[in-house]
């Protein structure tokens, strides 16, 4: 009896070891989809999160947010990426914002996504918001967490001097 307790205790012990190491790292260009399907924490995050600005500012966000591009380097081991990377999407729906513009890469522990196009950015913390104006120069970047909020530091860097003109 002691044998197949022991034995069933390092069988569900390496189950949960598998998964926690095997199925929560993603490498390369991913999407929203795959996040939501493959992660109970995306869901989780995005459903609670509730963004903090009123229909005049969802307005003025969803207008100046139109011709810019964003690169979102994340992990989807590291908790800050958990967080952030479900509320920016929420925010952007909130806003009725397509997500078209978005391009998302998943990097392992060693910062590594295998995706040329990202390393340009030069990334060393995730999650790593990079905004883009039109003519692709970096406008600003939002790191590991916003100052305040997702969708103040986003109207922060898409349209300076907003929030201290109001």
């Given amino acids: 009896m002691k044998y197949i307790l022991v034995l069933s205790f390092l069988l569900i012990s390496q189950i949960g070891f598998s998964k926690s190491n095997g199925n929560d790292t993603l490498r390369g260009t991913v999407s929203v989809k795959k996040l939501k399907k493959s992660f109970d924490w995306f869901k989780t995050e995005y459903d609670s ?32 990426s958990k967080r952030e990377v479900p509320r920016f999407f929420k925010v952007l729906k909130y806003c009725g914002l397509k997500t078209k513009n978005v391009k998302m890469v998943a990097v392992d522990k060693s910062k590594e996504s295998g995706i040329t196009e ?32 997702i969708e103040y530091d986003l109207m922060k860097i898409i349209k300076p001097g907003f929030w201290e003109a109001q």
């Avoid at 600005?53 to 139109?66: G, H, N, P």
């Fill in 49 to 80: 999160y509730e963004p903090a600005v009123s229909d005049y500012y969802i307005l003025r966000i969803k207008k100046a947010f139109e011709d810019k591009k964003v690169y979102i380097v994340m992990g989807t081991w590291c908790s800050d």
């Fill in 118 to 149: 990202f390393d340009q950015f030069e990334t060393v913390f995730v999650p790593t918001f990079i905004f883009l104006d039109k003519t692709g120069k970096e406008m600003g970047r939002i790191i590991e967490s916003p100052s305040k909020t």
